[in-house]
C-alpha cells in the first residue's frame, strides 16, 4: 500500500497536478521615500527636508506640533513642549503624505531607543542632559567663528 501510495504521489507531481496551491507572491512593501535629517538640524530644517522630498505638503501642521505639542507625544520620559533636540537626526523612510503626528513619533522613538535609555541607565534625567548638551553645542558653534 506504502508504494502505491508513494507512487500515486509521484504521478501526480510528475504530471503537474498541485496537491499543494502554489504560493502567493509576497507583496514587497512600499520602498518609501529617503529622507536624511543630518546631525544639528533644526526642525525648520526638517519640516523643510520633509516638504522638499514631498513627505508632507507644508510644513505648518509639522512645526505648529513639533514646537508647541511634545507633551502630547509618547516617550520614556517627560516631553517638553518643544521638542528641539529631541528629534534623532538620522535617515528615514516615509510614504508620501505620512501624517506628521507618526513623523514625529518615529523620530522620538529613535531618540527614546538609541539616546534616552543610554540616558537613564547612567541615572540621569533625560532633560537635565539635553540641556547641557544643547549648551555645550552652542558653545562650540561660537569657538569655531
Known amino acids: 500500500m506504502r508504494i502505491a501510495l508513494t507512487g500515486l504521489f509521484l504521478g501526480l507531481v510528475l504530471s503537474g497536478c498541485n496537491i499543494l496551491p502554489k504560493p502567493k507572491p509576497t507583496p514587497t512593501p512600499f520602498p518609501g521615500i ?7 538640524f533644526t526642525i525648520e530644517k526638517m519640516a523643510a527636508r520633509l516638504v522638499d522630498k514631498k513627505v508632507i505638503p507644508d510644513d505648518r501642521a509639522f512645526l505648529k506640533l513639533a514646537k508647541t505639542q511634545g507633551k502630547s507625544f509618547k516617550a520614556s520620559f517627560p516631553l517638553p513642549a518643544n521638542l528641539e533636540g529631541y528629534l534623532f537626526p538620522d535617515t528615514y523612510s516615509f510614504a508620501p503624505d505620512t501624517d506628521e503626528k ?24 533625560v532633560k537635565e542632559t539635553m540641556i547641557k548638551a544643547s ?6 558653534e561660537v569657538e569655531e567663528d
Do not use: M, W
Open 102 to 125: 507618526k513623523i514625529i513619533q518615529l523620530l522620538l522613538n529613535t531618540f527614546d531607543k538609541k539616546v534616552a535609555s543610554k540616558i537613564t541607565e547612567s541615572g540621569k534625567p
Open 135 to 140: 549648551l555645550v553645542e552652542r558653545e562650540a
Open 34 to 40: 529617503k529622507v536624511t535629517f543630518p546631525e544639528g
